[in-house]
């Protein structure tokens, strides 16, 4: 079965689809009280892809490219996404959602960052990351694994 | 009761207590490896303070200060400290393990920013933080808490 991937209009009924997900913060409180004074239209853009069953958003991931010139990851330095908010509903997973989103991460040809869930470097493993050589300035407490297309390779700094 | 915050060493005894906490990942890893390999030395100097309840490390958090021209959140711009992995161990819990780190590390007299954990809002109002503006193109999907000092406000970015 293959799990169609969206992009995310901001809108009430996404805002109120994401209070079902665990990693509900600041991002989706900052989306509603904009939608809800009117700082942002209707259907806006947002950085969210996500998975629908049906009428119910399932599985969701956050997207955002990062310019060139704030690569401190691959080599050579590039625009690159960062992957975040990676989440599946308990129900839904072990279905494959959370692998189709990160197969489009993919797809989009560039070279991925994400800061792992303690134990799940299996699932990453699995979906072709490598655990990013952990440096504290760059890191600070995260638990970088990276994603590298062809020709590209880990940056490497001096101590 | 006052807690004594002290700045922790790396060594195997602090790695080891360090596995009793829930946010153990990459960090942790890398330290434990570049010890054993002797890439570092014993009793190194760490981003981690701790609070000890007699020879039992009971609290722990990284701070990491940030140089001015790295400063996105505070104005005027200036050296800030990070603060993360904040964390008590479940049976020592509300007993000012927290507040006696976080108190230490406003004791430094730089302004602090730390990504809060979901519904961690009423600890960090609480301790005098104030949630920044959310801003995906710098806090992607974090939760930012920020503490001012006295003469200094938030820094605020155009669309």
Not at 38 to 49: A, R, T, V
């Amino acid at each position: 079965m293959t799990h169609k991937v969206v992009k995310l209009k901001i809108n009430y009924k996404t805002l109120e689809e994401f209070k079902r997900f665990k990693q509900y913060g600041r991002q989706e409180l900052s989306m509603l009280e904009d939608l809800e004074a009117n700082m942002i239209e209707n259907d806006s853009d947002s950085p969210f892809y996500g998975v629908y069953f049906g009428d119910r958003l399932v599985a969701r991931m956050s997207l955002y490219q990062i310019d060139a010139k704030f690569d401190r990851y691959f080599n050579p330095p590039q625009d690159y996404l960062e992957l975040w908010k990676l989440e599946v509903l308990p129900e839904y997973q072990q279905k494959g959602y959370g692998r189709a989103l990160v197969e489009f991460a993919k797809s989009q040809g560039l070279p991925i960052k994400t800061n792992g869930r303690i134990n799940s470097s299996d699932f990453w493993t699995t979906m072709g990351f490598a655990t990013a050589t952990y440096e504290v300035e760059r890191d600070r407490g995260e638990n970088p694994f990276v994603w590298f297309p062809d020709g590209v390779t880990e940056q490497v700094h001096d101590e």
